[in-house]
Nanobody
Framework: QLQLVESGGGLVQPGGSLRLSCAAS????????VGWFRQAPGKEREGVSC????????YYGDSMKGRSTISRDKDKSTVFLQMNGLEPEDTAVYYC?????????????????????????WGKGTLVTVSS
């Protein structure tokens, strides 16, 4: 079964850090560009950060720019999102997705939300709650 599995979410206090992981089952993430997205209650899904398949080109959305770092471990076929200085406004379900560079980065930048359907794989999400 082909699937993406996110992990690392949880409850954290404001100012805290979390590292999310995205791992693939049944295929290799090395074959895809990969991105992290989030959706808070009542809001549209937005791109947090994306990383290219070949040269590691990265993109960071305004929401967590300067507070997050995306990376990939090709040996483990895993993509990570390190988040620091978390704020209550960061509370959301965080999803990882895999697809082609052109589709992923346009979706990551929020240019066309309908591109979600053109992504090859979506995970089911991991909940991040920032609260004291």
């Amino acid at each position: 079964q082909l699937q993406l599995v996110e992990s690392g979410g949880g409850l954290v206090q404001p100012g805290g850090s979390l590292r999310l992981s995205c791992a693939a089952s049944g295929f290799s993430l090395d074959d895809y560009s990969v991105g992290w997205f989030r959706q808070a209650p009542g809001k549209e899904r937005e791109g947090v950060s994306c990383i290219g398949r070949t040269d590691g080109t990265t993109y960071y959305g305004d929401s967590m720019k300067g507070r997050s770092t995306i990376s990939r471990d090709k040996d483990k076929s895993t993509v990570f999102l390190q988040m620091n200085g978390l704020e209550p406004e960061d509370t959301a379900v965080y999803y990882c997705a895999a697809g082609t560079f052109s589709v992923l980065f346009r979706l990551c930048a929020g240019w066309d939300l309908s591109l979600s359907d053109d992504m090859d794989h979506w995970g089911k999400g991991t909940l991040v709650t920032v609260s004291s």
